[in-house]
């Protein structure tokens, strides 16, 4: 991301915002929730890197590179925006690290979450069978 704090022709200032985020979903950024937080990130017109708290940032439109932080849950990760949607980038991304994943149906991998397929409902239930 060059330009930080940069003046574009225009007279504006494009600034990097950046946020720190706890990661919540239990497999951390890898699979379905890497998945969703790549496409949100291509859904808007600014750059957009992710990086461990001490680490190096990397293009967050990337699949390869976005999973191969290996960020686990409950950790810290910076993210960096600049252009135009930067401020609703960090919103959404942020919104994307924060939710935990939900057993929704509407999965990716074939829709064969335990709490539907009634081998696993024991878990989602409270009982702990006795």
């Known amino acids: ?9 225009n007279g504006r200032v494009d600034h990097m915002s950046e946020r720190v985020v706890t990661v919540v979903p239990e497999a951390g950024l890898h699979a379905r929730p890497a998945s969703r937080f790549v496409r949100t990130a291509n859904e808007f017109d600014a750059e957009i890197e992710i ?3 001490d680490g190096k940032p990397v293009n967050a439109r ?14 810290d ?35 064969t979450d ?12 409270g009982t702990e069978g006795g």
């Not at 991301?1 to 022709?9: N, V």
């Not at 990337?62 to 950790?75: D, I, N, Q, W």
């Not at 335990?114 to 239930?125: F, R």
């Open 1 to 9: 991301m060059s330009g930080y704090g940069a003046d574009d022709r």
């Open 51 to 53: 990086a461990p708290i």
């Open 114 to 125: 335990d709490a539907e397929d009634g081998n696993g409902a024991a878990d989602e239930s």
């Open 62 to 75: 990337s699949m390869l590179a976005v999973t191969g932080l290996g960020v686990e849950r409950g950790e």
């Open 77 to 111: 990760v910076r993210l960096l925006a600049e252009g135009a949607d930067a401020e609703a980038a960090l919103d959404a991304l942020e919104a994307v690290l924060s939710t935990p994943e939900e057993s929704d149906g509407d999965s990716e991998d074939g829709g």
